[in-house]
């Protein structure tokens, strides 16, 4: 391979390397750790929003159903004392029966109707938790949008960078030949990021090993578009 070639796969391989640590800068900024917190924090409210919403809900339920009981209790109890005051009953016996129901009409209309009440003040007691919650949700929220946006500021300039060495990245590679770019790209992650060696005074400078006579002159005779490797480590020599 021709020199201007060696030269732009260092390259490559530096920005490579920049690349990832861009990368890992940008995925492990702080920020991001009190953005997650902050995201736990937010489900965890929700959950509780929505366990207080059912126990709502099941009240709400219960008090149409108890508002309904009155409702028939009262309907039946107006018929009986209907019936009482109509001249339609005469007998004392049965006199005394209907206003015997009529009272544990009434009875049961005041049971019905205080358990009602009970139910109201737990209403308002899962109001106000229901409102606390709430509140809380929009503080998380506010926290959450003001981190969002300091996290946006603070990975902008990670995010300029990684762009534009993208864009080096790939002028440099498309300088280097396909067969080689392909072999140092596969050969990269044996060598976490950094496969390349320099061949000097006659040593591979990843392993420091003496390469043999033989292997010297293989790599002498490297053709343009090829790039030898050391035989000791296997990293890609450069010369
Ligand atoms: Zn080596």
């Known amino acids: 391979m021709a020199a201007g070639g060696y030269d732009q796969l260092l390259t490559v391989q530096d920005l490579d390397l920049q690349l990832r640590q861009l990368r890992h800068r940008l995925d492990h900024?702080?920020?991001?750790?009190?953005?997650?917190?902050?995201a736990a924090e937010q489900a965890e409210a929700e959950a509780r929003r929505?366990?207080?919403?059912?126990?709502?809900?099941?009240?709400d339920r219960e008090l149409k159903r108890l508002g309904d009981e009155v409702a028939s209790v009262e309907d039946k109890r107006s018929k009986t004392e209907a019936k009482l005051y109509d001249g339609s009953v005469t007998a004392t016996k049965e006199l005394l029966a209907l206003q015997d129901e009529s009272r544990s009409?009434?009875?049961?209309?005041?049971r019905i109707e205080d358990d009602e009440l009970e139910l109201m003040?737990?209403?308002?007691?899962?109001?106000?938790?229901?409102?606390?919650?709430?509140?809380?949700?929009?503080?998380?929220a506010t926290r959450a949008e003001a981190v969002g946006a300091a996290l946006a500021e603070a990975t902008a300039g990670l995010e300029a960078e990684l762009a534009a060495a993208t864009v080096a990245r790939a002028e440099a590679a498309a300088s280097v030949s396909a067969e080689v770019l392909a072999r140092y790209e596969a050969t990269a992650p044996e060598f976490d990021g950094a496969p390349l060696a320099r061949f000097?005074?006659?040593?591979?400078?990843?392993?420091?090993?003496?390469?043999?006579?033989?292997?010297?002159d293989r790599l002498n005779h490297t053709g343009p578009d090829e790039i030898a490797s050391c035989e000791e480590c296997g990293r890609l020599l450069i010369r």
């Open 105 to 110: 009409l009434l009875d049961r209309q005041h």
């Open 29 to 38: 900024h702080p920020l991001r750790a009190d953005a997650a917190a902050l």
């Open 200 to 216: 000097v005074a006659g040593r591979c400078d990843g392993c420091h090993m003496q390469l043999s006579a033989m292997a010297v």
């Open 121 to 140: 003040e737990r209403q308002e007691e899962i109001g106000a938790e229901a409102d606390a919650v709430a509140a809380e949700l929009a503080a998380l």
């Open 50 to 59: 929505a366990e207080i919403e059912g126990r709502r809900h099941e009240v």
